[in-house]
């Protein structure tokens, strides 16, 4: 019953979406559209590596100890 009242809801949410959104949708997209999505995509890239490059240290103590934690584990039992 849970769930038939989980998916009344979403198809609510789904008929409502479609009933209030316009058929047709008149857009342009300009020349540096392009370009724009391209920077946005490489400004998330680069934003990445600069943040792992700060936590470098962390990340990688924090891996060291999760692995060498399995690995002393694993001696203890033998």
């Known amino acids: ?12 949410f789904i008929a409502l979406f479609y009933f209030i959104t316009p058929n047709m949708l008149y857009a342009y997209l300009d020349v540096g559209t392009g370009s724009y999505v ?12 600069f943040g792992i ?8 103590s924090f891996f060291k100890k999760l692995f060498s934690r399995k690995k002393i584990n694993a001696k203890d039992k033998s």
């Open 1 to 12: 019953m849970k769930y038939f009242k989980t998916f009344l809801t979403a198809l609510g």
């Open 38 to 49: 391209i920077q946005i995509i490489i400004a998330i890239a680069l934003g990445g590596a």
């Open 53 to 60: 490059k700060i936590f470098w240290r962390r990340i990688y």
